[in-house]
């Protein structure tokens, strides 16, 4: 494939000389799993940090795919979806027979609801890479997603299928009512499954996956099926995508046509893809993000998923790495102390380049208000300031902080190339190469 | 029943020629640019809400020529300052692309027109009767959308077959690696291809617009049926994508206006069943399946022949 | 003792075209065998016909006396032939130790296995360092693949191509686009990696073919024309003509 999939974290055979970085990364990353919502007590962010678990192991899931495998998935909520209500269906059967089986158990029943579902489905469509795996799954997406509207027993309809987690045996005490016993639920199953996840990227699979990525063909003649390496890739992402969505399924306590749908599926790529498919942890900074923008843009704006599309057209032509990459480019300079050299450039650059994206939000919000208010009257708030929507003065603001930022912003910008090369030459001058 | 097959014939050969004006300018964009273009189906949505807006300011036959060009336009933008930009960054990148495109161009098309149907309305001079067979009327504006399609599909057999440009795009159809060796006006080509392949696709929804629904979700539904007509035509495929097209229009068509389920060919099952999987499986009706008859027919070809029915080449 | 190599009147066309019409070709064990011809003679067609790159039209095709022709590229390699490519052909973002890992993991039984790390294999390990040190390439081993210069891709190539062990080894051409001095390397290590295993090559460097080769094929518009030792090729007249001439021109 190609550059946006190249920085997978290789780390050579020095097994027992792990650097300091990756220790850190795993302990600030456990360590955040446990005491955030000791922090953030509040009802409120202890939802918000559920649904962070929760996108967070589908993300990681979708990136066995995307990332190491190479694989452009459309179609992945399936998966994730069948998991949700194979899970509720678990959940009803288990507390109508009482059976002893806790909460905490039910996502293995999503995940291998994933996995058999990837099991049947995978062979036929990793057969080739590339766009036609796009559009297979993409078929095959709309497919079950139309088929779980017809089946109505099974997916419950439009309305779905419901149950109550807190008929389920309770375990140790924990009935998981109280949303703060779902949270750490959700956060055992995401430090366990980015645990297993991690691992397998080092497994002679997870390798293979990587060299199949990179160059299919070659594979071949070293003995592999590429065919064979993609279906087992796609096999455990239908897994671990199986216990997302039987932790959403536990988290809502309901599952409904949406959990199989385009839009799950279509988020899924944005998360993975903002956040960085070339590092492990990329996708989970992406789900951190693409969950907090979910949640706190639609409070201010109603037209929130348009500004969502162009934060994911503007990663992708420009920073096709994601933020994961963005940060880690930094980390020669870093190392070699040439940081600072970047700075100025990069302060100089932000004034014009948040004035660009002012214009563009003025612009949009007053063309939302305008069309969908009809009349072309009334003010919008925009950072608390008062833009009266009837002056042609708020027009002109837009346009020229619009255009004139972009220009401004552009001539800035190659101040940072420059500053960055100076700084990269030398760094690598002290011999901090990537 | 002679009268359903007359009538869903047409009305098929209608929705599959539709489905060719979209799926030929979105081979040959793939075909040339190796670029599967995620939004070809958001461009026929811009032409319906464009040829919309525009007969209701300057009328139809207006709208009609104006609508493409200006979607046309558009899409040599997206291509000269998008995909150009991206293509260093490979096709699953320029894939990505048009991907996040598709949504933004829906997000627009709601934001400023909203989510419900437009009244877009047939032009009053071809608001009438064609003929009338075995007591339905059929509308002369279908026959209209009919026409305008095979003659752009003529068009385009001409521009392929005598044009200099045609005969590139055919080079490109058969030999994909050497449209590299085209020379210095190869990003005017691509940029070209782009904005006709675009174009076609708004003409489809300036006629298309009144005679289905002019709405926001109409790319969204649309796409992955775009798709599957590429795919089982085999990727790259003109006349694939022709027969693919005519098969997916014809057999949704048919599809619909078939009512029957297996409950009505062997009778209910034994009500003390209750509902069940097996009871929805008996009582759907065949009108009710058609929406996923497409995505049968990808995943039986996938079986069968995945090459699609002509595809000559792996990707 | 079986011959490592049998083709038989194998045939490849494509559409109309017939690319390779009728060719036989026999390469005992233990041989270095050299197919050259003009460009244009079907000489990588032959490589992807063995090799199973392409499926032949029609023919038989025999490696160490098990058919193979029609089967898929690897289960040719996991019979024990393993081939490199004329254009450089690796893992180009992986790092070069993984690149070699890689093309040791099938042959070492490790296959599809999700259940082991492979940091900590250790005749993989050992076996990946030990042809890094053959390829001289360890100083080289955290670089990322695409990253080197073209000579070290190039052996590189060739270090994938031997790392999994096989008996049978197809080289296509080496040495192309290489200095003087990065040929005589090349041609001292595929001289030592190749030590007790047959070697076909492909190869335009006359130098390099009759320096390494123990029996040379010419291959001419599809057809083998001649076939034997350096010294029978150099004083074949039917070469001379169709071959050797044509590079006077």
Redesign the interface.
């Known amino acids: 494939?190609?550059?946006?999939?190249?920085?997978?974290p290789?780390p050579?055979?020095?097994?027992p000389a792990r650097n300091v970085g990756f220790y850190a990364a795993w302990g600030i990353f456990i360590v955040a799993v446990l005491v955030l919502p000791l922090i953030f007590r509040s009802g409120g962010s202890h939802t918000t940090f559920s649904l962070i678990g929760i996108a967070a192991i589908f993300a990681l899931s979708y990136n066995i795919l995307l990332g190491q495998t190479?694989l452009?998935s459309?179609g992945h909520a399936v998966y994730y979806g069948l998991g949700g209500f194979l899970a509720v269906h678990g959940m009803n059967a288990i507390a109508a027979h009482g059976l002893p089986v806790p909460l905490p158990f039910v996502p293995l029943i999503g995940g291998f609801a994933g996995l058999v579902f990837a099991i049947i489905i995978g062979w036929?469509?990793t057969?080739?890479?590339?766009?036609?795996f796009?559009?297979?799954s993409?078929?095959?997406g709309?497919?079950v997603a139309?088929?779980s509207l017809?089946?109505?027993?099974?997916f419950g309809g439009e309305a779905g299928i419901t149950t109550n987690r807190t008929d389920l045996p309770a375990l140790f005490g924990w009935n998981f009512g109280p949303q703060i016993q779902v949270y750490y639920l959700i956060g055992f199953w995401l430090i366990i499954s980015a645990i297993a996840m991690y691992?397998?990227t080092?497994?002679?699979?997870?390798?293979?996956c990587?060299?199949v990525r990179?160059?299919p063909?070659?594979?071949?003649?070293?003995?592999?099926?590429p065919h064979?390496?993609r279906y087992?890739s796609f096999c455990?992402a239908g897994f671990f995508a199986g216990i997302a969505g039987a932790l959403a399924a536990i988290n809502f306590e309901i599952a409904n046509a949406a959990y199989l749908g385009?839009v799950q599926s279509?988020v899924v790529?944005f998360a993975t893809?903002i956040g960085g498919v070339g590092y492990f942890f990329g996708p989970v900074l992406g789900a951190v993000v693409v969950t907090m923008l979910q949640l706190e843009l639609s409070d201010v704006t109603s037209?929130w998923?348009?500004y969502?599309?162009?934060i994911?057209?503007g990663i992708?032509?420009f920073a096709?790495g994601g933020l994961t990459s963005l940060l880690m480019m930094h980390r020669p300079l870093l190392r070699a102390g040439t940081l600072p050299m970047v700075l100025p450039a990069y302060l100089i650059a932000l004034v014009p380049t948040l004035l660009f994206a002012c214009g563009v939000i003025l612009a949009?919000e007053i063309?939302?208000v305008y069309?969908?208010g009809g009349s072309g009257s009334g003010t919008i708030h925009l950072f608390r300031i008062p833009f009266d929507l009837a002056s042609p003065m708020t027009w002109l603001i837009a346009a020229v902080l619009t255009i004139g930022g972009f220009y401004v912003a552009r001539m800035t910008w190659r101040g940072v190339t420059d500053a960055w090369d100076r700084a990269m030459t030398v760094a690598r001058e002290r011999g901090y190469h990537a | 029943m002679l009268e359903l097959i007359v009538i869903s014939t047409l009305n098929g050969v209608l929705f599959g020629m539709l489905l060719f004006l979209l799926s030929s300018g979105l081979t040959v964009i793939?075909s040339m640019m190796g670029v599967?273009n995620f939004a070809h189906a958001s461009f026929y949505m811009l032409g319906a809400f464009f040829g919309y807006q525009l007969t209701r300011w300057i009328g139809f036959w207006p709208a009609l020529v104006l609508a493409p060009l200006l979607v046309g336009a558009i899409g040599m933008a997206v291509e000269r300052y998008?995909l150009r930009?991206?293509h260093?960054?490979?096709?699953?990148?320029e894939?990505?692309?048009t991907?996040?495109?598709a949504?933004?161009i829906e997000?627009?098309v709601q934001?400023?027109?909203?989510k419900l149907p437009m009244d877009y309305r047939v032009p009053a001079l071809l608001d009438f009767p064609a003929f009338t067979i075995f007591s339905t009327n059929y509308p002369a504006y279908k026959m209209f959308m009919l026409l305008v399609s095979v003659v752009i599909f003529i068009a385009l057999l001409i521009v392929l077959k005598r044009t200099r440009v045609g005969l590139i795009v055919q080079a490109a159809l058969t030999h994909p690696n050497m449209v590299a060796h085209l020379g210095h006006n190869v990003g005017r080509v691509f940029m070209m291809v782009f904005g006709v392949g675009t174009a076609l696709a708004a003409i489809a929804g300036v006629i298309a617009g009144p005679a289905l629904v002019t709405q926001a979700d109409m790319a969204?539904l649309l796409g992955?049926i775009l798709?599957?007509v590429?795919?089982v035509g085999g990727?790259g495929s003109l006349p694939g994508a022709f027969f693919a097209s005519l098969l997916i229009g014809l057999v949704q068509t048919f599809a619909v206006s078939v009512n029957g389920s297996l409950a009505s060919l062997f009778g209910p099952l034994d009500p003390s069943i209750g509902?069940?999987?097996l009871?929805?499986?008996w009582n759907?009706t065949i009108a009710?399946?058609a929406?996923?008859l497409?995505?049968?027919l990808?995943?039986l070809m996938?079986?069968v022949r995945?090459m699609g029915l002509m595809g000559t080449r792996?990707? | 003792m079986t011959n490592a190599i049998e083709v038989r009147a194998v045939e490849k066309k494509f559409g109309n075209v017939h690319i390779i019409r009728d060719l036989n070709l026999t390469i005992g064990q233990g041989e270095r065998h050299a197919i050259i011809g003009p460009n244009g003679a079907g000489k990588s067609t032959t490589f992807n016909l063995i090799?199973?790159h392409i499926t032949p039209t029609s023919g038989e095709i025999d490696l160490n006396g098990q058919r193979i022709s029609g089967l898929?590229?690897?289960e040719i390699?996991?019979r024990g032939l393993?081939?490199s490519?004329q254009v450089t052909?690796?893992?180009?973002?992986?790092?070069v130790?993984?690149n070699i890992?890689?093309?040791v993991?099938?042959?070492t039984g490790?296959?599809?296995?999700?259940?082991?790390?492979?940091?900590?294999?250790p005749e993989v390990?050992q076996r990946?360092a030990e042809i890094l040190e053959d390829i001289h390439l360890t100083h080289r081993?955290?670089v990322p693949a695409g990253l080197l210069t073209y000579a070290e891709q190039r052996e590189l190539e060739i270090g994938?191509?031997i790392?999994?062990g096989a008996s049978v080894i197809m080289l296509d051409e080496p040495t192309a686009g290489m200095s003087n001095t990065e040929t005589d390397r090349a041609v001292a290590l595929i001289r030592r990696l190749t030590e007790g295993r047959t070697l076909v090559i492909v190869e335009h460097d006359m130098s390099v073919v009759f320096g390494l080769a123990d029996r040379i094929s010419v291959l001419v518009y599809g057809n083998i024309i001649a076939s034997g030792t350096p010294e029978e090729i150099r004083g074949n007249p039917k070469v001379k003509e169709a071959y050797l001439g044509e590079e006077d021109h």
């Open positions: 494939m190609t550059d946006l999939t190249s920085r997978a290789s050579t055979d020095s097994a190479g452009l459309f036929v469509s057969q080739r890479a590339g766009t036609v796009a559009m297979i993409l078929g095959i709309e497919l139309s088929s017809i089946l109505r027993s099974f691992a397998l080092r497994t002679p699979l997870g390798r293979m990587n060299a990179d160059n063909e070659r594979v071949q003649f070293i003995g592999y099926d064979v390496v087992l455990f385009a279509g790529l893809f037209v998923q348009l969502f599309g162009i994911f057209i992708v032509m096709p949009i063309l939302a069309s969908q | 793939f599967l998008g930009q991206t260093k960054h490979g096709h699953v990148a894939l990505l692309l991907f996040g495109l949504f933004a997000q627009v934001m400023i027109w909203g969204a992955p798709f599957v590429i795919v990727l509902p069940s999987l009871t929805d499986v759907v009710q399946i929406p996923i497409p995505y049968v990808l995943v996938l079986i995945p792996e990707t | 090799s199973g898929r590229p690897f390699n996991r393993s081939r490519f052909n690796v893992f180009a973002k992986m790092t130790w993984e890992r890689c093309a993991l099938w042959a490790h296959r599809y296995a999700f259940w082991k790390n492979v940091d900590s294999l390990r990946t081993r955290d994938i191509t790392a999994g």
